[in-house]
């Protein structure tokens, strides 16, 4: 019924529930778990592999199953029933961390539960580019926005809670919050604006003669859809997948443990935070600035240039010795890291199109969700095994470096003029 009402094409309330669950899922489970780190390592004695172990498991479980649930998201109904279950998985999950005693209770419900639970709501994401294609780079923006607010709003908080609380209530209320928003949010999900009268970007329907394949035609009839089979078939899929997922290791999986090594290097918690939130604010920013750096140039360059700035922002964090030069390392990872999911996602849907865009991101997204969540427990592992960041950081800075190479590689090809039309798309004039 909302559908209709909205004075404005109501993409943009799609767009909104997608920046509230990125902010909640970055701001609560990648950051968050950074900061509840030391509390949990000193009072249940376990070890930072142990503790970040947990994000691999539930990366594990989408790796598996990804590729089948992925195409749901390009169902009628597959969204939101997708993004409705992650809500209420990650909610209930999220408030059971507040009783765990020991570790296979703690994989159990942040590595299974919580797991599993952004990952069906991270397929919801795929609706994005099916709403928006004239407009998708603004919109990719403002929806990677939403895991840019989540640093920024919720570290202090989540600090304020542990301080106050003590780390198990303060997961409590995080869980109910998370519970809360995330169900109402998954409402309003609709996987294409066709499934409820509507056309990409707000515009009007085609007219006669474009539905002949003449006259002017939308971007979003312009462009072709590959099939998760086709893209699959071909070199260009596999280096993206390759440069994206090294990418995602270099932050998503690096992320959590910049908290940690702060506090290791001597940075006290009210200092560390304020730099987070620095990262944050320039990071917010950046995901309009490289939303518009790519109405310059093709997002491929762009995401070439933004994995190039995140490496050198990684080795220039490495060596901070004071609190100013710390905010300014953290605002020029802010600064890389910031157009990362921006210029990925507008890459991904330019290559392949829009119409079967959640099947081909269901083989892309559980190697990226692996690299992410496995990234904690590896550089964990790394540290525990050496007692020194430098294998650390070294690993990110290759990482990031290795995602250029390949990208570079991807250049994107015509279609071959006897590859088969997707049924769902506009026969070409």
């Given at each position: 019924m909302l559908v209709h009402r909205t004075p404005f094409f109501y993409g943009w309330v799609v767009l909104g529930s997608i920046m509230l669950s990125g902010s909640l899922?970055?701001?609560?489970?990648?950051?968050?778990?950074?900061?509840?780190?030391?509390?949990m390592e000193e009072e249940l004695d376990w070890s930072r592999t142990l503790l970040y172990g947990a994000l691999f498991m539930g990366a594990a479980v989408s790796f598996i199953f990804g590729p089948l649930i992925g195409p749901w998201g390009d169902t009628k109904h597959g969204p939101r029933l997708l993004y409705l279950t992650g809500a209420v998985l990650c909610g209930s999950g999220i408030m059971l961390m507040s009783r765990v005693q020991s570790p296979w209770q703690y994989y159990l419900v942040f590595g299974g539960m919580v797991g599993v639970a952004r990952y069906f709501i991270q397929v919801a994401h795929?609706?994005?580019?099916?709403?928006?294609?004239?407009?998708?780079?603004?919109?990719?923006?403002?929806?990677?926005?939403?895991?840019?607010?989540?640093?920024?709003?919720?570290?202090?908080?989540?600090?304020?809670?542990?301080?106050n609380l003590g780390w198990r209530d303060a997961w409590l209320v995080l869980?109910?919050?998370?519970?809360?928003?995330l169900v109402l949010a998954s409402l309003l999900i609709h996987t294409s604006p066709e499934d409820v009268g509507l056309h990409p970007d707000g515009d009007p329907p085609p007219s006669d003669d474009e539905a002949k394949g003449t006259g002017v035609r939308t971007a979003a009839s312009q462009e072709y859809s590959y099939t998760r089979r086709e893209a699959l078939r071909s070199q260009l899929f596999w280096l993206v997948l390759i440069g994206v997922t090294l990418g995602t290791l270099g932050m998503n999986g690096f992320n959590p443990t910049i908290v940690p090594f702060l506090h290791d290097k001597g940075f006290s918690p009210g200092v560390a935070t304020a730099s987070v939130s620095a990262y944050a604010s320039v990071a917010i920013l950046m995901r309009f600035g490289w939303g518009f750096m790519i109405t310059r140039m093709t997002a491929r360059h762009a995401f070439m240039l933004q994995c190039s700035i995140a490496g050198i922002a990684v080795l220039f964090l490495y060596f901070v010795v004071n609190?100013?030069?710390?905010?300014?390392?953290?605002?020029?990872?802010?600064?890389?890291?910031?157009?990362?999911?921006?210029?990925?996602?507008?890459?991904?849907?330019?290559?392949f199109g829009r119409r079967h865009i959640a099947g081909v991101r269901g083989i892309i997204q559980p190697p990226q969700t692996v690299a992410g969540s496995g990234g904690p427990m590896l550089f964990g592992l790394i540290f525990d095994l050496t007692g020194t960041y430098a294998w650390v950081f070294g690993t990110v800075i290759a990482a990031w470096a290795l995602s250029v190479v390949a990208t570079y590689f991807a250049r994107p090809r015509p279609r071959p003029r006897n590859a088969p039309v997707a049924t769902t798309d506009v026969q070409p004039a």
């Open positions: 899922l970055t701001g609560i489970t990648t950051w968050g778990i950074s900061i509840f780190i030391v509390p795929n609706v994005v580019p099916k709403w928006f294609v004239r407009k998708r780079g603004p919109a990719m923006a403002w929806a990677s926005a939403g895991s840019g607010v989540g640093p920024l709003i919720f570290p202090y908080p989540i600090q304020f809670l542990i301080s869980g109910i919050l998370a519970l809360v928003l609190a100013p030069m710390l905010i300014l390392a953290m605002m020029l990872v802010g600064f890389g890291f910031g157009g990362f999911w921006v210029l990925q996602g507008v890459m991904i849907a330019d290559y």
